[in-house]
C-alpha cells in the first residue's frame, strides 16, 4: 500500500475538486483538533456530527449572559426567551429556504420525535394507504402500526440489491394507489441510513400530484446536502439537529406545510398545546400553530445552539461540505470494491451504489475471509475498536434495507417469527435464519472527515485480505 502522502497525491489527481475544499481543513485544524489530538478515525457521521469547539463557547457564552424563563409568560426572563424560540424558528425556516407562509417548524426531541407526531396524529382511516419503501428507519416503518390501527392498508415498496435503490416501475404502480377520498401517506428517506443512496426527490412531487401527503425523512440526508424546499415541497420533513452540527443532542424538528399540518388530530393534550381546557367543562382547545405539537416545555435553552450551528454550517457552505464527502466517499468506494485477495475473491461486499451519483457518504459492507465466508460484523466492529476507528454496526434500525440488502426473505422471516411468537433475542434470530449476517458494517462521512480518515480505514480493512476464517 502506498504511504499516506503518495496516496494522498494520487487521490488528489483523482478527485481534483477536494482542493476547493480547504477551508474543512483548516478548521479540522483549529475548531476540531481534538479529533487529531486523541487520534480518532470518526466514521460514524451517520450516526452523529461532530461540533466545533467554537460553537460550544458560542453557547456558553449566551447561557452566562442573561437570565432566561420558561417560555410563554410576559415576565422579562420569559418573554425573552420566546423571542428567541421563535427567532430560532425562523432561522430553521431560513436555512432550509422554506416559505413562512407555507411551512411551520415544530420543535421535537428527536427525528423520531417528528415521526412519531405525524403518526400518531394522521387521519388514517380504512380507506387510506401508508406506503413506503423497504429502505426506512424503524421510526418511519413504527407508523404502520397507527396506520394499521386505524384499519388502513400498509404497502412496501422494495429496494433492489445491489444498488438498493427503489424498483422504480413497482413504485410508479403503488403511488397510482391513492383512494382520492382519504388521507394516504407516503413516507421515504431522502438518502439512506443503510446504503447511502439518494432516493430522488422528484419522487414528492409526483406523489402529491397522484393524492399522496409526501413525509421525507431528512435525517441522514441534511447533514451533507442542501436541502432547499422553496424546490422540493414535502407536506412533513422530519430531522435531528445534531445529525448536522454534532451539538446540541435533544433537539429535532417537524417542518410542516401549514395545511397538511391542519389536517392532523392530536391524539391528546398537555401543557403547552391548548388554548383553553377546562376540567368541569370536559373540553379543550387545541393551539393553531406549532405549539399544539410542543408537549410540555421545550428545550428552550438549548434552542439557541442550534442557531449557532446553522450559522457555522452557512459559513462553511454546503457546496464545500457535499463536494469534499462526495470525493472522499468515492475513492472509499472504489478502493474498497478492488480489494482482493490472493485468490481473486472480494474482501469486502458492498450494498449500495460504487458510483458517486445520487449516493450520500454512507457505505455498508461485509468483509469476508479468503475461503469465502462472511466475517461477523461484531468482529470487525471489536477490531476496529481496537484501532480507535469508530464505526457502526448492525442493521442500523432499518431492518428492510438490511433484509434486502443481505437476501433474507420473507419465508425466512415469517418461519422464524411463526415459531418464536414472543421474545427474541438478535442471536436467537440468527440461529433462526441459519447463521445468515443479520448486519452489515458501516461507514460514513461528514463534514470534517479527511484523505487521512478514509485511508486509515483501508489500511484497517487490507488486514483481512489472504485471512481464512479460522485466522481472523
Ligand atoms: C434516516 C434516519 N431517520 C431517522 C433517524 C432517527 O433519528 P433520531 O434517533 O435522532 O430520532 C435516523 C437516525 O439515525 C436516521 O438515520
Redesign the pocket.
Known sequence: MNTLPEAEQLFRRDYPDYAGTRLLDELRAGDYERLDRLGHVYLDY??SGVYAASQIRAHTEFLLANVYGNPHSTNPTSALTTQLVERTRTRVLEFFNASPQEYVVVFT???????KLVGESYPFQRRSRFLLPFD?????NGIREFARSAGATVVYTPVVPPDMRCDVSALAAHLEQADPTADNLFAY?A???FSGVQHSLEWVTRARSRGWHVLL?????VPTNRLDLASCQPDFV???F??ILGYPTGV?CLIARKAALARLRRPWFSGGTITVASVQGDRHYMHEGPEAFEDGTINYLTLPAVEFGLRHISSIGYEAIHTRVACLTGWLVQQLAALRHQNGSPVVRIYGPIATDARGGSVACNFYSCDGHFIDHRVIEDRANRANISLRTGC???PGGGEAALGISAEELSTCFTRTPERLSLDDFRRCIDDKSTGAVRLSLGLVSNFADVYQFMRFARRFADKRADEI
Open positions: 451517520t450516526g426531541p428527536n427525528a423520531t420525535g417528528a415521526l426506512n428507519h424503524n421510526s418511519v428517506p438518502q439512506s441510513n425523512d431528512a435525517a441522514a440526508y422530519c430531522l435531528s445534531y445529525k429535532g442500523f434500525c432499518n
